[in-house]
């Protein structure tokens, strides 16, 4: 079992940066693929940012390449995601995942495992 506990969030002016951290409980984090998704008022969730077990491998949305980073430490079982040159329309809750694989994946259903959410607002 993995619990994850996301932090970080909060209101940005357009143009600004925020780091988004997920602690995750468990013994075999270093083992696990993880990701970001977000979900706008309205909206359905979308994958954001994924990384590998060993953080070799990512996968970013269009919409935040080159703006968003992704990124874990295994020793302190947090993985983070950098926002920066963030946009009124980066305004969402946004959500750990973690899946109990080796292989990086995109979509929602692959992962098992998602924290509570933390709120991110962009003002324009």
């Known amino acids: 079992q993995v619990q994850l506990v996301e932090s970080g969030g909060g209101l940005v002016q357009a143009g600004g940066s925020l780091r988004l951290s997920c602690a995750a409980s468990g013994r075999t984090f270093s083992s696990y693929t993880m990701a970001w998704f977000r979900q706008a008022p309205g909206k359905e969730r979308e994958f954001v940012a994924a990384?590998?077990?060993?953080?070799?491998?990512?996968s970013y949305a269009d919409s935040v390449k080159g703006r968003f980073t992704i990124s874990r430490d295994n020793a302190k079982k947090i993985m983070y995601l950098q926002l920066n040159s963030l946009k009124p329309e980066d305004t969402a809750v946004y959500y750990c995942?973690?899946?109990?694989?080796?292989?990086?994946?995109?979509?929602?259903?692959?992962?098992?495992?998602w924290g509570q959410g933390t709120q991110v607002t962009v003002s324009s």
């Open positions: 995942a973690s899946r109990s694989s080796l292989t990086l994946r995109t979509v929602e259903y692959e992962y098992a495992y």
């Open positions: 990384i590998s077990w060993n953080g070799g491998s990512t």
